[in-house]
């Protein structure tokens, strides 16, 4: 028996109108197949990477859900670009209206879901595409969607990203200003550990920092490689215990590379961190 932990672990994965591999997402199989090994391995839940929820059977997937018993930890938008093309800070005017339409979307199907929050990580889009006004843009795009999850009791986690993959908003002190621009509290932050790796002076610093602004709504995990906790250098054990600390109550949710493969690389996360946990 596992002693009940405030913190939760989950694994990604893509739904199947996906039309591209998601580099990020663990599990494989159908639906059911990925579903029912994250059951069996002892994930709590998983975070869900649609690119259309339209295309989607949602009632089914939600009785696929309960049927295994997990959770939906977030709905995830890493999925979007990929698949579709719509970021929020793209060169064209209707194709940004077009991505905020899709993340109203998916901010509903969190809902439908029972996700608690909504993931802004590279959908985001590139400054230098959209050029001048884009943080303006991305702040006013956030600012109406957290207003629209709120009405649902939801919450937005906007990631800094390293500087290889988005050109704005790397570190949590970068995040942290650009929530007081948006002013909104149900905006909040995504720490994933393999970006802040990159980005962040201090190992654990920033975890306490947005802890203690009270806007820490989700954290991803991947080690400093993007391979599976324990399989790089990331100390996950010391912050475990900084969340822990902090009062964090949400998950932890694997988003990294699926090898040797998606199965051994969920795996080895669920025992390393349940390790890290003391629950092991
Ligand atoms: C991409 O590297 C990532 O971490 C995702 O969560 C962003 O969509
Ligand atoms: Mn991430």
Same mark, same amino acid.
């Given at each position: 028996?596992?002693? &009940?932990?405030?913190?939760?672990?989950?694994?990604?994965?893509?739904?199947?109108?996906?039309?591209?591999?998601?580099?990020?997402?663990?599990?494989?199989?159908?639906?059911?197949?990925?579903?029912?090994?994250?059951?069996?391995?002892?994930?709590?839940?998983?975070?869900?990477?649609?690119?259309?929820?339209?295309? +989607?059977?949602?009632?089914?997937?939600?009785?696929?859900?309960?049927?295994?018993? +997990?959770?939906?930890?977030?709905?995830?938008?890493?999925?979007?670009? @990929?698949?579709? #093309?719509?970021? /929020?800070?793209?060169?064209?005017?209707?194709?940004?209206?077009?991505?905020?339409?899709?993340?109203?979307? /998916?901010?509903?199907?969190?809902?439908?879901?029972?996700?608690?929050?909504?993931?802004? %990580?590279?959908?985001? %889009?590139?400054?230098?595409?959209?050029?001048?006004?884009?943080? @303006? &843009?991305?702040?006013?795009?956030?600012?109406?969607?957290?207003?629209?999850?709120?009405?649902?009791?939801?919450?937005?986690?906007? &990631?800094?990203?390293?500087? $290889?993959?988005?050109? /704005?908003?790397?570190?949590?002190?970068?995040?942290?200003?650009?929530?007081?621009?948006?002013?909104?509290?149900?905006? %909040?932050?995504?720490?994933?550990?393999?970006?802040?790796?990159?980005?962040?002076?201090?190992?654990?610093?920033?975890?306490?920092?947005?802890?203690?602004?009270?806007? /820490?709504?989700?954290?991803?995990?991947?080690?400093?490689?993007?391979?599976?906790?324990?399989?790089?250098?990331?100390?996950?054990?010391?912050?475990?215990?900084?969340?822990?600390? @902090?009062? $964090?109550?949400? $998950?932890?949710?694997?988003?990294?590379?699926?090898?040797?493969?998606?199965?051994?690389?969920?795996?080895?996360?669920?025992?390393?961190?349940?390790?890290?946990? #003391?629950?092991?």
């Amino acid at each position: 028996m596992r002693l &009940e932990s405030a913190i939760k672990l989950s694994l990604a994965m893509q739904t199947p109108e996906v039309k591209h591999a998601v580099p990020v997402a663990l599990l494989s199989g159908t639906l059911t197949e990925k579903l029912s090994k994250a059951a069996v391995w002892g994930a709590d839940g998983v975070e869900i990477m649609s690119s259309d929820p339209d295309a +989607l059977d949602v009632p089914a997937l939600k009785r696929s859900l309960a049927d295994a018993r +997990l959770a939906a930890a977030a709905v995830g938008t890493g999925a979007v670009a @990929g698949s579709t #093309g719509l970021t /929020l800070l793209h060169a064209d005017a209707e194709v940004r209206r077009q991505a905020r339409m899709r993340l109203y979307r /998916l901010i509903q199907f969190a809902d439908q879901v029972g996700a608690p929050v909504v993931t802004i %990580g590279a959908f985001r %889009g590139r400054a230098a595409w959209m050029g001048e006004g884009a943080e @303006g &843009e991305l702040a006013d795009g956030l600012r109406a969607a957290a207003e629209l999850a709120a009405g649902y009791g939801l919450r937005l986690a906007l &990631e800094p990203v390293n500087r $290889y993959e988005v050109d /704005l908003i790397h570190t949590v002190d970068e995040g942290l200003d650009f929530l007081r621009r948006v002013g909104h509290d149900s905006l %909040g932050l995504l720490i994933d550990t393999f970006h802040a790796n990159i980005e962040e002076s201090d190992r654990l610093d920033p975890y306490r920092r947005v802890l203690e602004a009270g806007r /820490l709504f989700h954290v991803h995990l991947g080690d400093n490689n993007r391979l599976a906790p324990g399989w790089g250098v990331i100390d996950f054990r010391a912050i475990v215990a900084c969340l822990r600390r @902090g009062g $964090y109550q949400g $998950y932890l949710s694997a988003e990294l590379l699926p090898r040797p493969d998606p199965d051994a690389a969920a795996q080895q996360t669920l025992r390393h961190m349940r390790e890290a946990m #003391g629950e092991e």
